[in-house]
C-alpha cells in the first residue's frame, strides 16, 4: 500500500515537472501567429502618380484677347531671373498630386485691385486649374506704391505668409500731372525694400497699368485724352522690376500699348464714364490675362523640366 501510494506521488511530481517545462518553451511565449493574408482587409493603395511623358504637365492655353483689339502685344511674364521658378514648381506639384498643401498669392494694389474682380478672376481659374490656392487682394482706393509703405500694411501683408507677392500701382502715380519716373523708381524701391525686410525670401511679381484717360475741360465741355504718363510709370516699373530681381508682367503693352491701349478698353465700352476705371467685363478680362501669361510661364518651366 505504502509502495502504491510512493509510485502515485513520484508520477504527480513528474507530471508537475513536465508542464513546467512546456509552459516555460519559447513556442507558448511567443504572440499568436497572424492569420493568413487572405483573411485581412485589403489596404487602400498609395497614390502614385502616371507616368510623365514630354509635354504631359503642359496645359493648352486659349488665348482672351478679343478680337476688336488692336495692335496688342505678346501676353507672356518677363522674368530674367527665373524668381518665379519656386511659385512655379509648386503649381506643378499641385498639378500632378505631388502636394495638396496650398499655395497663398497676395495681390496688393490700387482701386483695381480694391474691386476684387481683377484679383479674384485669376485667383478662380488658378484654382480650377492646380487645386488649392489662397488667393488674397488687398487694394486701397487711390493707392501708389508709397501708400503701402505703412508699417501696418507690411505686417498686414506679412501676416499672410505669401508664397508670391503681387504688385499692381501706376495709374495713380502717372495720373499726376506732376509725375517724376525718378520719383517713382524711388517709392518702388522703398516699398519692395519694406516687403523684402519683412519677407526676405518671396518672389515678387509686378504689374503695369491697364491704361488711363486725362480729363480736362474746353468750353465748359468735358474732355478726354490718352494719359501720356502711363507708357513711362509702365517703362519705369519694367526697369525696376529687371534691375532688382522681380519678375514682371506689362498689361499695358499686351492690351496695345501707347497706341490702342485706351482705345481698346473704350472701343470695346470696358471702360467707366471716368476713363480711369472698368466695368466688371474689363476686369475680368484683365484677371483672364494675368491667368494666360502665368499659364504661359507655368508650360515654359515644366518643358524646360522634361
Known sequence: MKGDVLMNANKLIL?????????????WA???????????????????????????????VRSVLPATFKETGPNKLADPHRVLDPVLERLQQLKTGVSDDTLRVVHIGDSHVRGHIYPQ??????????GPIAYTDMGVNGATCLTFTHPQRI????????????????????????YNANVHYQQMDELIKALRDSL??????????????????????????????????AKMIAKYAAEHGAAVWDLYNVVGGPQRACKNWFEARFMRPDHVH???EGYVLQGELLYEAILKAYNDYVSDEL
Open 15 to 27: 507530471l508537475l515537472f513536465m508542464s513546467c517545462l512546456f509552459y516555460a518553451s519559447p513556442t
Open 30 to 60: 511567443q504572440d499568436d501567429l497572424p492569420r493568413p493574408l487572405n483573411s485581412l482587409k485589403k489596404m487602400k493603395p498609395l497614390r502614385s502618380l502616371p507616368e510623365r511623358k514630354v509635354g504631359s504637365d503642359t496645359i493648352a
Open 121 to 130: 478672376t485669376t485667383g478662380t481659374l488658378l484654382g480650377k486649374t492646380f
Open 155 to 178: 505686417v498686414d501683408v506679412a501676416a499672410l505668409r505669401p508664397e508670391l507677392l503681387i504688385l499692381s500701382f501706376g495709374t495713380n502715380e502717372s495720373h499726376n500731372r506732376n
Open 200 to 233: 526676405p525670401d518671396v518672389p515678387i511679381l509686378l504689374t503695369t497699368p491697364p491704361g488711363s484717360y486725362d480729363r480736362s475741360r474746353q468750353r465748359r465741355r468735358r474732355t478726354y485724352a490718352i494719359n501720356p504718363r502711363t507708357n513711362t510709370a
Open 278 to 280: 472698368y466695368l466688371s
